[in-house]
């Protein structure tokens, strides 16, 4: 059992990769067979994966169609970016009087990383880094099924959000976002949890962001 759970797990984070690297596009067929063969697996755990990804809002099944890689709207985008918001909120105003100097000093470590990862075109340990920032907080919030939905969510934002084209302008948006972690960290610290809240809520998962993310 365990080797199978092992299979499936590497076929979902196979396409995901995919998906996060554009190899995938909203609207395209996965094709079973192709993964199968890639990764040399049986069908089966490339069909359970499938059905994962699935539930997870990243695939969705069209009959006579089969698995198809799931788009969003700006619209949808928008409204998952204010449920995502008021959840994190949430979750940062449960956690700050749980977070040790530790906890913050994890949490600034990876702010550098995110800083190094940025000037060096790094994006893909941006987006490590900046999960990695993210769990430290997460990791002790007290309520799970909190964190459970706000990870489900955030797969929806799996794919590749850069904008190769322009990489100035990617790096200075990106900039901005560390420093609103670099915010968090100092409300986190002052222990001023309806503020922080606010900040996440309003201003580190504000909507309007989406406008200039490449769907």
């Known amino acids: 059992m365990s080797q199978y759970l092992l299979l499936k797990d590497h076929v979902y984070n196979y396409i995901v990769e995919q998906i996060n690297n554009n190899e995938l596009l909203s609207g395209s067929k996965v094709n079973e067979s192709a993964i199968s063969e890639s990764l040399n697996v049986s069908r089966t755990p490339v069909r359970e994966a499938l059905i994962q990804l699935s539930s997870d809002g990243l695939l969705e099944y069209v009959p006579r169609k ?118 968090m960290i100092e409300l986190f610290r002052a222990g001023n949890i309806e503020e922080l809240e606010k900040h996440m809520r309003d201003v580190h998962w504000n909507s309007d962001k989406i406008d200039i993310i490449p769907l």
């Open 66 to 183: 089969g698995f198809v890689i799931k788009g969003l709207t700006k619209e949808e985008a928008k409204e998952t970016f204010l449920i995502i918001g008021t959840l994190d909120g949430l979750a940062a105003s449960l956690t700050a009087p749980l977070l040790t100097e530790k906890h913050l000093k994890e949490m600034e470590f990876y702010v550098q990383s995110i800083d190094l990862a940025i000037n060096t075109e790094n994006f893909n340990m941006y987006h490590k880094m900046q999960e990695e920032f993210h769990n430290v907080y997460l990791s002790v919030c007290p309520n799970k099924s909190i964190v459970d939905l706000l990870h489900q969510l955030e797969k929806k934002f799996l794919k590749n959000m850069y904008n190769l084209e322009n990489v100035e302008f990617t790096k200075e948006k990106l900039r901005q976002t560390n420093n609103e972690h670099k915010k």
